[in-house]
């Protein structure tokens, strides 16, 4: 069957054709569009869509859309603006070292081809080597000059990407969902999306996750903001973030987005006797359950808590104009490292 996204009547834009309401807006979304060859075949595939899984999220309050809404838009705007642990958003293109463990293998002799081909000290190019995390190397207004500087460093056997300003963001953005449902003799789950849609996922197509405790340290959408960067260690009232709170990123071998699962808003119920009362156990037992083979759980990815916070300024680190939004700063960071391993990771399969 061949389909074709499926369009929001309100803003125009294109959704993956299992959506039924906007990944966006959150609007009502035209049927999907297949080949007249396969009508039935379409009808049959939209089925398991139509039903309510078997466990469903929470009741979803009317400001829950908003809510959602209000932060894809914050999340947009903050990765395309400031600087970030990744170097500066604002660049038409960064070039980005993958962490690897052949870099701290070799950084002995790495680090001198490094240092001159970037054009930075010794000592830096050895931390950057050393690191587990990505590193920013370098910015520039043309690609061309990117790539010619990341030829020497691929040849070397380092792992570079280069980030578009102007492209990496394009269905890339995280989609929160609230609760799955799965039959344990089918590869597909269902999962709910935190706007009241529904996601149909074959488990083969997981990938790998990424898993992060968030320690906000203000909403970006509050103006007074500490002079200099300096960040206080006092939660703004005005947060609905104040506390600590568990994310997890679910990647897929078939699409740019990651399932963003939230653990203090994500309905665990499907755990059955596996359900805890901790977050953390709680999201590796989900891991679990979603692979094909519980024995070998999808790898997940816990390196963020080595990336280093970047202080805020009031002038430049806010996300304007949307005071009911709250995201954390952090939580910012955190897609951006996700979203620069996997577009790294989609690289490699693509070059295969």
């Known amino acids: 069957m061949v389909s074709t996204p499926r369009l929001c009547s309100h803003c125009n834009r294109?959704?993956?054709?299992?959506?039924?309401?906007?990944?966006?807006?959150?609007?009502?979304?035209?049927?999907?569009?297949?080949?007249?060859?396969?009508g039935a075949e379409a009808l049959g595939a939209a089925e398991p869509l139509a039903e309510e899984p078997e466990v469903?999220?929470?009741?979803?309050?009317?400001?829950?859309?908003?809510?959602?809404?209000?932060?894809?838009a914050d999340l947009l705007s903050a990765l395309s603006r400031s600087r970030g642990p990744f170097g500066p958003r604002s660049a038409a293109y960064r070039l980005i070292l993958i962490p690897a463990s052949a870099n701290r293998e070799g950084a002995h002799w790495l680090m001198h081809r490094l240092a001159a081909q970037v054009g930075i000290d010794l000592y830096t190019a050895r931390s950057h080597l050393n690191r587990q995390v990505p590193s920013f190397l370098a910015e520039s207004e043309h690609r061309g000059h990117l790539e010619e500087m990341a030829a020497p460093l691929r040849e070397a056997g380092l792992l570079v990407t280069i980030i578009s300003r102007t492209s990496w963001l394009d269905d890339a953005l995280p989609v929160p969902v609230v609760a799955a449902s799965c039959d344990d003799a089918d590869a597909d789950c269902t999962f709910v999306v935190a706007d009241g849609g529904k996601l149909l996922v074959n488990r083969a197509s997981l990938l790998w996750a990424a898993l992060a405790r968030i320690?906000?340290?203000?909403?970006?959408?509050?103006?007074?903001?500490?002079?200099?960067?300096?960040?206080?260690?006092?939660?703004?009232?005005?947060?609905?973030?104040?506390?600590?709170?568990?994310?997890?990123?679910?990647?897929?071998?078939?699409?740019?987005?990651?399932?963003?699962?939230?653990?203090d808003r994500f309905d665990f119920s499907c755990l059955g006797e596996a359900r805890s009362i901790s977050a953390e156990m709680n999201l590796r037992a989900?891991?679990?359950?979603?692979?094909?083979?519980?024995?070998?759980?999808i790898p997940v990815d816990e390196f963020f808590r080595r990336v280093p916070a970047v202080a805020l300024d009031k002038s430049r680190d806010r996300v304007e104009g949307s005071s009911a939004s709250g995201l954390s700063a952090r939580e910012i960071e955190f897609t951006e490292y996700v979203l620069i391993l996997h577009q790294f990771n989609r690289e490699l399969d693509n070059a295969d």
């Open 14 to 38: 294109p959704s993956p054709d299992q959506y039924v309401s906007c990944m966006y807006c959150g609007g009502p979304l035209a049927a999907a569009q297949t080949d007249q060859s396969s």
């Open 56 to 72: 469903l999220g929470q009741e979803l309050q009317p400001s829950v859309r908003s809510d959602v809404d209000l932060r894809r």
């Open 215 to 263: 320690e906000p340290r203000r909403p970006l959408s509050v103006s007074d903001a500490q002079e200099d960067g300096v960040v206080s260690s006092s939660p703004s009232p005005l947060s609905r973030d104040s506390g600590s709170y568990q994310l997890l990123d679910i990647l897929l071998s078939d699409r740019q987005y990651a399932l963003r699962l939230r653990a």
């Open 286 to 297: 989900l891991l679990s359950w979603l692979s094909l083979d519980p024995q070998q759980m």
